[in-house]
T-cell receptor
Framework: NAGVTQTPKFQVLKTGQSMTLQCAQD?????MSWYRQDPGMGLRLIHY???????DQGEVPNGYNVSRSTTEDFPLRLLSAAPSQTSVYFC????????????FGPGTRLTVT | AQSVAQPEDQVNVAEGNPLTVKCTYS??????LFWYVQYPNRGLQFLLK??????LVKGSYGFEAEFNKSQTSFHLKKPSALVSDSALYFC????????FGPGTRLSVLP
């Protein structure tokens, strides 16, 4: 199993540009989520999904969109990039039944200039 | 709201000495608590979890954690630290979504 994969690893955007961060998992996990990690702030939840066709907002959803058309994929879209969105982005997945740990992807480091 | 605190930004310990990384949680419902580790330029990796049962939980890489309900704590411990344990450690609480603490950077000095 590849686990959770994310592309790209690094990205530089100009203010106002849009892009999609890709996330895929091959563990048949129902739950998938996106976090951003900023120094001293831990991980903050952006959006999450409990299954195909179901998404919901997390703690910091503004400026981001998600969709979940398949169990495997959960892309994160930046609509109009802003310098405040400079961060490291992590995708994670887990089973929904029971108290299971999350599996994290390797992250995408995004810089918005 | 459920929350998790890690009172120390940084912990320094000499190699071979015992280490403790602290975590406390808010008293709200049943606490399902997790520890994750993040090595440089990597995603988070699961170490161990407490759901119910024995208050002492053993996990990966020789780490263990003790759940203390009266002190609302879930401290991560290791009897003998290694330089390779140097990393960022996160305590997290399982609810509908995970809530993460701010992280503690552990430095093990040779």
């Amino acid at each position: 199993n590849a686990g959770v994969t994310q592309t790209p690893k690094f990205q530089v955007l100009k203010t106002g540009q849009s892009m999609t961060l890709q996330c895929a998992q091959d563990m048949n996990h129902e739950y998938m989520s996106w976090y951003r990690q900023d120094p001293g702030m831990g991980l903050r939840l952006i959006h999450y999904s409990v299954g195909a066709g179901i998404t919901d907002q997390g703690e910091v959803p503004n400026g981001y969109n998600v969709s979940r058309s398949t169990t495997e994929d959960f892309p994160l879209r930046l609509l109009s990039a802003a310098p405040s969105q400079t961060s490291v982005y992590f995708c994670a997945s887990r089973k929904t039944s029971g108290y299971y740990e999350q599996y994290f992807g390797p992250g995408t480091r995004l810089t918005v200039t | 709201a459920q929350s998790v605190a890690q009172p120390e930004d940084q912990v320094n310990v000499a190699e071979g000495n015992p280490l403790t990384v602290k975590c406390t949680y808010s008293v709200s419902g049943n606490p399902y608590l997790f520890w994750y580790v993040q090595y440089p330029n990597r995603g988070l990796q699961f170490l161990l979890k407490y759901i119910t049962g024995d208050n002492l939980v053993k996990g990966s890489y020789g780490f263990e954690a003790e759940f203390n309900k009266s002190q609302t704590s879930f401290h991560l411990k290791k009897p003998s630290a290694l330089v390779s344990d140097s990393a960022l450690y996160f305590c997290a609480r399982h609810g509908q979504n995970f809530v993460f603490g701010p992280g503690t950077r552990l430095s093990v000095l040779p």
